[in-house]
């Protein structure tokens, strides 16, 4: 699988080189045929890199709280990635969605690494984009790395599952909207934060997630909620020992080699699943969209073509025929 100019380019990212952690990452967001061996050579199920998830919704204050985590840990000496990630926009590598990170005050510190995705990318679409950038980063030495996605549907959830903590973000004036999350979005929180502190509404907004809450009978399953401000700081103190203890105390869902490992191999193997199962019907019926056309005419069924799956996974589709 290794090829030299793969090695070559694992090296730049192990050395920190700048210009090759960028090169690298964009062949690991366009698909490039080196990007699997570079990754391949550059996998650690040991690493130490923390990966924080910040999700919520548009305007919720993420890049401003993503700016103040930047600041924390550069104050521990430690090297800060960041991965900007829209899964609305096709877009990415900054320029269009330069105008929604507030990081400025840290675009110039060489210690910091900010990039920003967009939707396009390979199979494993924006989530496998950012399951391999953060594998990047983190070679790189860079720890920790956060992950900003906007929104809370399936593919933000499924992006911040990807990091070890996820930070919720709610803001006052969403009352009703915690309510209709319910406990499903609630759940994909390691932490849950109450941002805008400073505004009116705060309270309500505490008390519609408690009341959310109720839904999930163990009291241990409920994770912490912090009130904090990222415009004035307040309650930043809070957050950071949450997210610090969190991380350390094990009870980051994902922390341990072996489950970062599990997620990284699930999210490949149904990546590949995908890809595998369209190649095949498209080998039998010329295109998906064919199978489609087969279907409409009456020639087969979904569940046909099913069958024919579960057969080849059951070496059986020459007995089919
Ligand atoms: N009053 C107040 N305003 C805040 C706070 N945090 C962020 N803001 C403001 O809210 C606006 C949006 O902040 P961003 O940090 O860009 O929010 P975001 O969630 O990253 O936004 P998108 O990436 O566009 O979804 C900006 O004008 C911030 O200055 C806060 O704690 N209090
Ligand atoms: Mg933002």
Redesign the pocket.
């Known amino acids: 699988m290794l090829s030299s100019k793969a090695d070559d380019f694992a090296r730049k990212v192990r050395s920190c080189d700048t210009r090759g952690l960028a090169r690298v990452l964009s062949m690991v967001e366009n698909g490039h045929p080196l990007a699997h061996s570079i990754l391949h050579s550059l996998y650690n199920p040991e690493r130490s890199c923390l990966t924080i998830g910040i999700t919520?919704?548009?305007?919720?204050?993420?890049?401003?709280?993503?700016?103040r985590l930047i600041t924390y840990w550069r104050g521990n000496g430690n090297k800060v990635g960041v991965i900007?990630v829209?899964p609305s926009s096709p877009f990415s590598g900054g320029a269009l969605l330069g105008d929604?990170?507030?990081m400025q005050d840290h675009a110039s510190d060489p210690e910091v690494f900010i990039r920003s995705m967009g939707s396009r990318g390979h199979l494993g679409g924006v989530s496998g984009t950012t399951r391999d950038a953060i594998e990047v980063l983190a070679a790189a030495s860079y720890d920790p790395v956060i992950v900003?996605t906007?929104?809370v549907g399936q593919t933000e959830v499924e992006i911040a599952s990807l990091a070890d903590i996820t930070l919720l973000?709610l803001?006052p004036g969403q009352g009703d909207e915690v309510q209709t999350m319910k406990a499903g979005i609630m759940e994909i929180g390691d932490i849950i934060v109450l941002?805008?502190?400073?505004?009116p509404g705060i309270e309500q907004l505490e008390m519609s997630v408690s009341a959310s809450f109720e839904l999930i009978p163990d009291q241990a399953e409920r994770p912490p909620v912090i009130r904090?401000?990222?415009?004035?700081g307040?309650g930043l103190d809070k957050l950071t020992d949450a997210i610090v203890s969190c991380a350390f105390s094990g009870t980051g869902r994902k922390a341990t080699a072996r489950k970062r490992t599990t997620l990284i191999l699930g999210s490949i193997i149904r990546e590949k699943g995908r890809e595998l199962a369209r190649k095949l019907v498209s080998d039998r019926y010329g295109s998906v969209e064919e199978a489609i056309e087969s279907i409409l005419e009456g020639k087969t069924t979904p569940y046909e073509i099913g069958e024919v799956l579960s057969g080849f996974l059951e070496n059986k589709q020459e007995n089919r025929e």
């Not at 941002?195 to 505004?199: E, L, M, P």
């Open positions: 919520g919704p548009p305007g919720g204050g993420k890049s401003t709280l993503t700016d900007a829209d929604r990170i507030r900003e906007i929104g973000v803001v941002n805008k502190a400073d505004r904090c401000s990222a415009q004035t307040e």
